[in-house]
């Protein structure tokens, strides 16, 4: 059964790993994007008029809702995976869809429509196909040629535009999307699988900049959740003036966009991009494991998201 709990978290910044090198193109203004998605509230009928979208309609704006079994996004961006078999982390992570293949969708089967007398645009009636991130951790001395590496790890990942050029998200205050896990899932630390977390448990969900010097750890601004395995939707806060909340509190699903774990301070000195300018510069929006398998460990993953929105800042 599927849940909208008005949960909060708050947020635990996404360092995502495997996000490109920053792109040189110049920045996609925020009017070069899709106009506001508007979903009518009612079907019309021959002879009636169109109804008036409401304001939470005009202020979307779809990434995707994947129902087109396409590996590309409404935004014209492709989804693409990733492992860890390249350096510098030489890993045997297994990956699906397979990195460098075709991204394909997955069919669901068990989407829940809104209860009657209920509507919302982010909420639709039916939903035929997600993007789900599938494949093994494999931990230290695990694996093909138990090789492994500590920080394993797998991810997914769909593009702001074609050519994955910088877009500026800060006319957007928030990113809506559903998620789930698969009842074999040992990621997510709500299915209870049994595992002892190693790095806190969960996903990593960011939006990759292409303005981040901290390359060598791999911030990007975003949030750690911990989706059940019922379809439940999560409401990511982007809030540029502050610059995150570095402690984990898992109390809603709203979800405040931040640094990862205080990481403003890096090796080298103070991260100098700002959270505003970090949004200003995105190319795209990540998920990724954020637990690690250990040594001699092997961990399953089975991520699902969907219906991806941007909501207008007005």
């Given at each position: 059964?599927?849940?909208?709990?008005?949960?909060?978290l708050?947020?635990?910044?996404?360092?995502?790993i495997?996000?490109?090198?920053?792109?040189?193109?110049?920045?996609m203004p925020?009017?070069s994007?899709?106009?506001?998605i508007?979903i009518?509230?009612?079907?019309?009928?021959p002879g009636?008029?169109?109804?008036?979208p409401?304001?939470?309609e005009?202020?979307?704006v779809?990434?995707d809702?994947?129902?087109?079994d396409?590996?590309?996004n409404?935004l014209?961006?492709?989804?693409?995976s990733?492992?860890?078999n390249?350096?510098?982390?030489?890993g045997?992570?297994?990956?699906l869809?397979q990195?460098?293949?075709h991204?394909?969708m997955?069919?669901?089967?068990?989407?829940?429509?809104p209860?009657?007398g209920?509507?919302?645009?982010t909420w639709?009636?039916?939903?035929?196909?997600?993007a789900?991130l599938?494949?093994?951790?494999?931990?230290?001395n695990?694996g093909?040629?138990?090789g492994?590496?500590?920080?394993?790890?797998?991810?997914m990942e769909?593009g702001?535009?074609?050519?994955?050029s910088?877009?500026?998200?800060?006319g957007?205050?928030?990113v809506?999307?559903?998620?789930?896990v698969g009842?074999?899932?040992?990621?997510s630390?709500?299915t209870?699988?049994?595992?002892?977390p190693?790095s806190?448990g969960?996903?990593?969900?960011?939006l990759?900049?292409?303005?981040?010097?901290?390359?060598?750890n791999?911030?990007?601004y975003?949030?750690?959740?911990n989706p059940?395995?019922?379809?439940t939707?999560?409401?990511?806060?982007f809030?540029p003036?502050?610059?995150?909340?570095?402690g984990?509190s898992?109390?809603?699903n709203n979800?405040?966009l931040?640094w990862?774990?205080?990481d403003?301070?890096?090796?080298t000195?103070?991260?100098?991009?700002?959270?505003l300018g970090?949004?200003?510069?995105v190319t795209a929006?990540e998920?990724?494991?954020k637990?690690?398998?250990?040594?001699d460990?092997?961990l399953?993953?089975?991520?699902?998201i969907d219906s991806i929105?941007?909501v207008?800042a007005n």
């Amino acid at each position: 059964m599927k849940k909208v709990t008005a949960v909060i978290l708050s947020l635990a910044i996404t360092a995502f790993i495997f996000t490109a090198c920053a792109k040189k193109n110049p920045t996609m203004p925020l009017s070069s994007m899709p106009a506001a998605i508007v979903i009518a509230s009612a079907v019309p009928t021959p002879g009636a008029l169109t109804p008036t979208p409401t304001p939470q309609e005009q202020a979307l704006v779809l990434v995707d809702n994947c129902d087109g079994d396409t590996n590309q996004n409404q935004l014209k961006g492709l989804w693409t995976s990733y492992d860890d078999n390249s350096p510098p982390n030489f890993g045997n992570s297994v990956v699906l869809p397979q990195k460098g293949g075709h991204f394909t969708m997955s069919f669901v089967t068990d989407w829940i429509a809104p209860p009657p007398g209920t509507y919302s645009p982010t909420w639709p009636e039916t939903n035929v196909y997600a993007a789900r991130l599938q494949g093994t951790l494999n931990g230290v001395n695990y694996g093909p040629g138990k090789g492994g590496c500590q920080y394993n790890l797998i991810g997914m990942e769909t593009g702001t535009n074609y050519t994955s050029s910088p877009v500026d998200f800060s006319g957007y205050r928030q990113v809506i999307f559903w998620a789930k896990v698969g009842t074999d899932d040992q990621i997510s630390v709500k299915t209870g699988n049994g595992h002892s977390p190693i790095s806190g448990g969960g996903y990593r969900f960011s939006l990759v900049s292409s303005t981040n010097p901290n390359t060598a750890n791999f911030d990007n601004y975003g949030a750690t959740i911990n989706p059940p395995t019922e379809w439940t939707q999560f409401v990511c806060n982007f809030t540029p003036t502050d610059p995150g909340d570095f402690g984990i509190s898992f109390v809603t699903n709203n979800v405040e966009l931040g640094w990862h774990d205080g990481d403003l301070v890096t090796a080298t000195g103070v991260n100098t991009v700002s959270p505003l300018g970090a949004i200003s510069h995105v190319t795209a929006l990540e998920m990724q494991t954020k637990q690690s398998a250990g040594t001699d460990q092997a961990l399953t993953v089975d991520l699902w998201i969907d219906s991806i929105y941007l909501v207008r800042a007005n």
